[in-house]
């Protein structure tokens, strides 16, 4: 099941769009918020597979909100609903994980298509009952770019990658080598693979094999539960 955060400030566009992409998108949890700062509250406790905001928003607007996402959530892909023309607001944001922008007012059954489009055409493939440390080896071996979505026992990381060398990693409010050394350790997960690197530098300055074996040593030694 994908998850979808709409922000918008209008209750009843609210409303409309999330029963719309519920009946259309079945395979979709929606999550709505009325500006940028309770959009960040969001992203903090939620792995997210999908944004779509509007740009004119009370409290945070919408370039604020794409701004901090900018820095801190690369990897959410983003749709940007909005009544300004496009020439107009194209140089005001820099979001490195890309953009899709339809005008208001929006063609609801056209936005469930797109939504559609974003969350199916990222996604390479998925693997069910590996190790997360066996399957990084071999993609270390292969030297490949992606970003991978690990879920186990409920809990749901994501491992950034590029030729092969681990950059960055996400997990429960925990960013890179933290988080990395606890998914590392995980059992019987299931892995989705996702094109690109969604981190656009290196966070993690140590070699994949060091972190797996700190990773593993942790988990022996009971610092991470199961």
Known sequence: MKTVLLVDDQRFFLRTVQATLRTLNTNCRIITARNGKQALKVLATEPLDLVITDLKMPVMDGFSLLSEMGEKYPFVPVIIMSAFVFADIEGRINQPGGFRYLKKPVDLNHLSEVV????????????????????????????KTCTL???SNGRIGYMYVEKGRLYGARFDGRDDLEAALEIVGWESSEIEIFKNCSVPENRINLPMNHVLLEGLRRKDEGRWIE
Do not use: C, P, Y
């Open 149 to 151: 979505r690990i879920t």
């Open 116 to 143: 559609s489009d974003i969350l199916s055409s990222n996604v390479e493939g998925g693997i069910n009952g590996i190790s997360v440390s066996g399957f990084l080896q071999l993609i270390e071996m292969e030297q």
